[in-house]
Every structure is written in C-alpha cells, then in structure tokens.
C-alpha cells in the first residue's frame, strides 16, 4: 500500500488542486480500494468517528489527513470534511465508491483550465450481489459530488444527505463505482439502520402520524415504489438480484414508516398514559 501512497502523491497533473473528501467508520474492507482509484487528488482529508479496525492504518498509507470526529449525523459529518479540505475543487466519495478510470481522466482534464461550472454530477454504477444494477433507476443515479471549494455543503439531515448548490451544473464522462452490499446480510443490516434514521427524520416534520399517514406509508407507498421501479423502470431486467433489491428496498420503505408510527404511538402513550 505505501507504493501507491506514493504514486498518489508524487501525481500533481491538474493545473487547479483537488481534495477529496470521506467519512468513514470501520471501512478497512472497501477504503484501500476506493483511495487506490484516486491517485491524481492533491491531497485526501478523511473524517472517522472512532473506528475500531484498521481503517486510520490504511488511510495512513495513502498519506490521508485523519481526523476523529464525534458523530453528527450523515450530513454535519461530510460538512466537517469539506470544511477541512484546502483545495480549489473538492470531490466528495464515500468509503465503499471507487473512482474509474474513464472518470478519473474526465476530472483531471476538467481541472486543467477554470471549468465553466461550479459543480458537476457523476454517474453512479452500483452493484448488488455482485451485478451491476442497469435499471430501475440504479443506473445512471447522478449524484452532485464534485464542486468548487465553498460552492455547496450538503444538509444537515441524518440520512439520505445531497448537496445543496444553487446554479448551473454539469456532468462529467466516466463512473463512480458503488460497491454496495455484496450480501443480502449486509444488505438488510444497512436497510434496518437507514429505516431508523428515516422514521427519526420524518416525525422532525410530522409528530402525529394519523391513519391516513399510517396506511399510505406503511403499505401504499412501498407497494407503489416497488411496481414503479421494476415494471415501469425495467427493474426485472436486472434479474433475480434485481427482484431482490427492489423487494427489499420496498420493504425498507414500510418499515421507515412502521418505526415512525411506532416512535409516535410511543410519545402518544407517554404523554396520554390511561388513553
């Protein structure tokens, strides 16, 4: 590893400076590869919340800045990293993408000149199971990740965070590669703690959830979210790993409006002890 943390630094081809911005907490098993596939970044600020593996041993060998931070939430976290980053332009990757080679070559011919925007969306390959994922909206899934330095910060939400970048915005050739959940274990793990967060972030604007809410988000919403991205969007084509990832992203829905109902029964009963 302490080669290509070398080879890493000893590339400087971009007439303007990158940083590249990462969270992470306990990603020994995908952050080598994703710092691998980076080797032109001017300089790579990594913001952990207290691994316990090998992840700051790793980040170390590719001559990352490493900070422990007391964890914010998604969005406050990745805020930290940006905030520390000293380059012109900034690209924000989480621990388990991976830059290609046809997009590494498009960032770096980009940050030869003054790009003419501020920000630019990147294609998303994510893979599932091991297949890549061609449809039912997991291809090209543009994410906003790459921006001028203090153009853009993302939401201070506790899941599912973006960029926020008022103006015109670009796209960039070449992948972002999304090694995700290479097991349906990992999978449903990953789906139980986002569905938490979600529910938590849904009673912030909407404490009292009535039967209505109840019936449309546990029941209609997911069954809706499924036919919608596996008939109309062409999910099936992506095969059995296909009809398992929308099952249970559906399910993921449901259950984020389960907990929700839960969490507000809960405060209901608190409240109302002999209701």
Request: aromatic share 12%.
């Amino acid at each position: 590893m302490a080669a290509d943390a070398g080879k890493r630094s000893s590339v400087k081809s971009t007439a303007l400076t990158l940083s590249v911005a990462m969270i992470t907490f306990n990603e020994e098993a995908n952050l080598a590869r994703t710092l691998k596939s980076i080797p032109f970044a001017n300089e790579i600020v990594v913001v952990d919340c207290g691994s316990t593996d090998r992840t700051a041993e790793i980040a170390a060998a590719y001559d990352a800045s490493f900070f422990t931070e007391k964890w914010q939430g998604f969005g406050s976290q990745k805020n930290l990293a940006l905030g520390k980053c000293t380059g012109d332009w900034v690209l924000s990757l989480d621990a388990d993408e991976e830059v290609s080679a046809e997009l590494a070559a498009s960032i770096q011919d980009l940050l030869k000149t003054e790009p003419p925007r501020a920000a630019y969306f990147l294609s998303r390959r994510n893979y599932f199971l091991g297949r890549w994922m061609r449809h039912g909206g997991y291809y090209p899934d543009r994410k906003l990740r790459l921006i001028r330095r203090s153009a853009a910060s993302f939401e201070r939400r506790d899941v599912h965070e973006t960029l926020k970048f008022i103006g015109a915005t670009g796209r960039l050739h070449g992948d972002l590669v999304h090694w995700a959940y290479p097991t349906l274990h990992e999978y449903i793990e990953h789906m139980d703690r986002y569905s938490s967060l979600g529910a938590a972030h849904f009673l912030k604007k909407h404490p009292n959830m009535g039967l209505l809410s109840f019936i449309t988000g546990v029941l209609m919403n997911p069954v809706l979210t499924f036919i919608y991205n596996y008939f109309f969007r062409l999910g099936f084509l992506d095969g059995k790993e296909g009809l398992l990832l929308h099952i249970y992203h559906s399910c993921y829905v449901s259950w984020k409006y389960a907990k929700a109902w839960e969490s507000s029964r809960s405060n209901d009963l608190q409240e109302n002890p002999g209701s």
